[in-house]
């Protein structure tokens, strides 16, 4: 199973970017899918997790402006990103539980004041 992230860039501050992730390799629909991401100099953290039957959890420093979605038949997953603040610049991971942890490569989000 492979995870690849994309859309990632350099937005200025309140603008928007949509992050996508699509799993291939699987035959099978997972039953968690998140976003994850890493400042500079800081700990990896949960943005916001979406299950299989679609109940969602967010980061408190992103509820409001981040919006998270999945397309089960096609296992793929969503970021919508608006009101960006130059404190969302990370590398974004997607993330995804069967069993297994399955992780993807990551894409720069770069947002600038």
């Known amino acids: 199973v492979q995870l690849q992230a994309s859309g990632g860039g350099l937005v200025q501050a309140g603008g928007s970017l949509r992050l996508s992730c699509a799993a291939s390799?699987?035959?099978?629909?997972?039953?968690?899918m998140a976003w994850y991401r890493r400042a500079p100099g800081k700990q990896r953290e949960l943005v916001a997790e979406i299950s299989r039957g679609g109940n969602i959890n967010y980061a408190d420093s992103v509820k409001g402006r981040f919006t998270i979605s999945r397309d089960n038949a096609k296992n793929l997953m969503y970021l919508q990103m608006s009101s960006l603040k130059p404190e969302d610049t990370a590398v974004y991971y997607c993330?995804?539980?069967?069993?297994?942890?399955?992780w993807g490569q990551g894409t720069q989000v770069t947002v600038s004041s």
């Open positions: 993330y995804a539980y069967y069993v297994l942890d399955f």
């Open positions: 390799g699987s035959s099978f629909s997972f039953n968690i």
